[in-house]
Nanobody, 124 residues
């Protein structure tokens, strides 16, 4: 059973940093893609960042480019979302998602598995 477990959310002041983790388990996919999305009361599952496991290429929403990165830990099948220079508008529930074929996409239907979400709140 494929599982994605997010952690690392919390409360941070504007300008600060947080790192979210997405630990994947229960699969033997040789290549897969992982993305981060976020949800607010007024916007459903907005794309944030993504990468394919086998590639060094990464993809970012314009709203986070230059502030967020999506590094990975090969040994632990974990993908992170490093969030720097946080803004109040980054407040959301953040979800990680996995595409089992390694296909990176910026829309939520592209992904087959989802984590439970972790809350990030940025105060001004």
């Amino acid at each position: 059973q494929v599982q994605l477990e997010e952690s690392g959310g919390g409360l941070m002041q504007a300008g600060g940093s947080l790192r979210l983790s997405c630990a994947t388990s229960g699969h033997t996919f040789s290549n897969y893609a992982v993305a981060w999305f976020r949800r607010t009361p007024w916007k459903d599952r907005e794309f944030v960042a993504a990468r394919s496991w086998s590639s060094v290429n990464t993809y970012y929403a314009d709203s986070v480019k230059g502030r967020f990165t999506i590094p990975r830990d090969n040994a632990n099948n974990t993908v992170y979302l490093q969030m720097n220079s946080l803004k109040p508008e980054d407040t959301a529930v953040y979800y990680c998602a996995l595409n089992r074929f390694g296909i990176v996409g910026m829309t939520w239907p592209n992904y087959h598995y989802w984590g439970q979400g972790t809350q990030v709140t940025v105060s001004s």
